[in-house]
């Protein structure tokens, strides 16, 4: 398949976002309890709800992230770079969790009152996040089709 400068763009750009997400993970499945870690990955407070169930859920995505969605995107960035096909397959199979995530998100946030209606709420996770993982998966569909 031919890598086209768009390739590379959304190649490069689901390296970056995965490497962030996936650091910022890896440190919550290290240190799941850190204050550092509830104030900068988690948010919110596990007092605004069980302690349990809030450590449980993030925990959840604290050790998927790294383990599975981040190999998954990576290998899919590097065979888009190669002109693979399994490299465009990867990447639409790592696009899903960018905007699915942002769903869940937003219901366990809104319920639970963690994070406030500000602009670094609405463009970190409902714009940026979600906005990369449906064009990503558009882009890697459509060329899958070729």
Not at 75 to 87: H, P, T, V
Not at 91 to 106: D, E, K, Q, R
Request: charged share 10%; net charge negative.
């Amino acid at each position: 398949m031919d890598v086209t400068p768009l390739t590379w763009i959304v190649a490069i750009t689901g390296l970056v976002l995965m490497t962030l997400l996936a650091g910022l993970q890896l440190i919550a499945a290290l240190r799941p309890r850190a204050a550092w870690t509830v104030d900068n990955v988690y948010g919110g407070s596990p007092d605004a709800t069980d302690p349990t169930a809030y450590f449980a859920f993030n925990q959840g995505a604290a050790w998927a992230d790294p383990f599975f969605w981040a190999p998954l995107q990576i290998a899919g960035s590097i065979g888009m770079l190669l002109g693979e096909r399994w490299g465009f397959l990867l990447a639409l199979m790592a696009s899903v969790p960018f905007w699915y995530s942002a769903i869940w998100i937003y219901i366990w946030d809104r319920d639970l009152g963690f994070r406030k209606n500000t602009f670094t709420y609405w463009v970190i996770v409902w714009a940026m996040w979600p906005a990369f993982g449906v064009f990503e998966g558009v882009y890697t569909f459509i060329r899958l089709l070729d």
